[in-house]
Nanobody, 129 residues
Framework: QLQFVESGGGLVQSGGSLRLSCAAS????????IGWFRQAPGKEREGVSC????????YYADSVKGRFTISRDNVKNTAYLQMNSLKPEDTAVYYC??????????????????????WGRGTQVAVSS
């Protein structure tokens, strides 16, 4: 059974850092584009960052560019999202997912184009001012 488990969320002060992890099981992430999405209360889920399976190319939403870094470890079948200089507007539930060989920009910018079969339960990030 394919499964994603996100972890690493928590409550931090503005300017703080968190490192989120996304552990996949039931399949290999080797050929999958991995994406981190977030959903704040009353808002739609949005793409935060995506990383390709082939050349390691990445996409970052403008709101997190320069502060967040996505990475992956195919041996551990895990993806990460290092979040620095956190702001209150980063408060949301963060989810990870993956699609096979999907362009990073399309997956993150226009997720409505795709059918995502699996999502984790998410991890809550709360940033206080």
């Amino acid at each position: 059974q394919l499964q994603f488990v996100e972890s690493g969320g928590g409550l931090v002060q503005s300017g703080g850092s968190l490192r989120l992890s996304c552990a996949a099981s039931g399949f290999s992430l080797d050929y999958y584009t991995i994406g981190w999405f977030r959903q704040a209360p009353g808002k739609e889920r949005e793409g935060v960052s995506c990383i390709s399976s082939s050349d390691g190319s990445t996409y970052y939403a403008d709101s997190v560019k320069g502060r967040f870094t996505i990475s992956r470890d195919n041996v551990k079948n895990t993806a990460y999202l290092q979040m620095n200089s956190l702001k209150p507007e980063d408060t949301a539930v963060y989810y990870c997912t993956a699609l096979r060989r999907t362009p990073v920009h399309a997956m993150c910018q226009v997720p409505a184009l795709y059918e995502f079969d699996y999502w984790g339960r998410g991890t809550q990030v709360a940033v206080s001012s």
